[in-house]
């Protein structure tokens, strides 16, 4: 899961909220097993934090520890393979921690990403849908 899943599952007002929403529940209705990253999970109390105020971050980050989401750690190797990925896109909208996802992605071998980040496509990640 990334992090504008995350945001507009908590935001109400964002364009995609309903969407997220709706996925996400099913997901977990159907059982699926959802990862993130360390890194995700940083970014997303950043964005939460500015964007919502920092109890809602707290709130956010209280609910993710309660759930069934994996965490894939982002250690000092996986960070090397990342900023390796990074350096060699060429796209501005494709930042280090969307390269960090997919590179956590990669080594727990998943092919999916939740995300509505579109550019995740063009590096060879599908989206659900």
């Known amino acids: 899961m990334d992090t504008n899943v995350f945001v507009s599952i908590r ?9 997220a929403l709706g996925l996400f529940e099913k997901l977990e209705k159907d059982s699926s097993q959802l ?15 500015r964007k919502l105020g920092k109890k809602v971050a707290n709130d ?20 090397n393979e990342a900023r ?6 060429r796209s501005k909208n494709v930042s280090f921690i969307d390269c960090s996802s997919i590179v956590a992605m990669k080594s727990a071998k998943i092919s999916i990403a939740f995300t ?14």
């Open 35 to 49: 990862y993130t990253s360390s890194d995700v999970i940083a970014e997303t109390l950043t964005v939460i934090s």
């Open 84 to 89: 390796k990925l990074f350096l060699q896109t």
């Open 60 to 79: 956010w980050f209280e609910d993710f520890q309660k759930s069934n989401l994996i965490e894939i750690f982002i250690d000092q190797d996986k960070h």
């Open 116 to 129: 509505f980040d579109k550019h995740f496509k063009k590096l060879g990640v599908k989206l659900l849908s």
């Open 11 to 19: 935001d109400t007002s964002d364009s995609t909220h309903n969407k």
